[in-house]
């Protein structure tokens, strides 16, 4: 069994900060690629963040330059730094992950940025 769990959402101030963990807990040997994807009200959910197991990111072009993916193997955590938020980054935001070559996900962490 294989279990994701995500954390630190929660209300931000535009142009604030805040920074969301993912962890992967389970009989998991290893993690090909972690990412983060994000579903506003009235959205499809869309990709944010991924990073594969050689260290190869990708990013939406719409938080580029403002959130960065970085993964901790030890943990099998993954983290999105998520800096100079803006309103239109409120959404729930879902960890997901190759491993063993199978896709799993998180439930979801709602990030809301507002004033």
């Known amino acids: 069994q294989v279990h994701l769990v995500e954390s630190g959402g929660g209300l931000v101030q535009p142009g604030g900060s805040l920074r969301l963990s993912c962890v992967a807990s389970?009989?998991?040997?290893?993690?090909?690629?972690m990412g983060w994807y994000r579903q506003a009200p009235g959205k499809e959910r869309e990709l944010v963040a991924s990073i594969a197991d050689l260290g190869q990111t990708n990013y939406a072009d719409s938080v580029k330059g403002r959130f960065t993916i970085s993964r901790d193997n030890g943990s099998n955590t993954v983290y999105l730094q998520m800096t100079s938020v803006k309103p239109e980054d409120t959404a729930v935001y879902y960890c997901?992950?190759?491993?063993?070559?199978?896709?799993?996900w998180g439930q979801g962490t709602q990030v809301t940025v507002s004033s």
């Open positions: 389970g009989n998991i040997f290893g993690i090909s690629a």
């Open positions: 997901n992950a190759i491993i063993h070559r199978g896709a799993y």
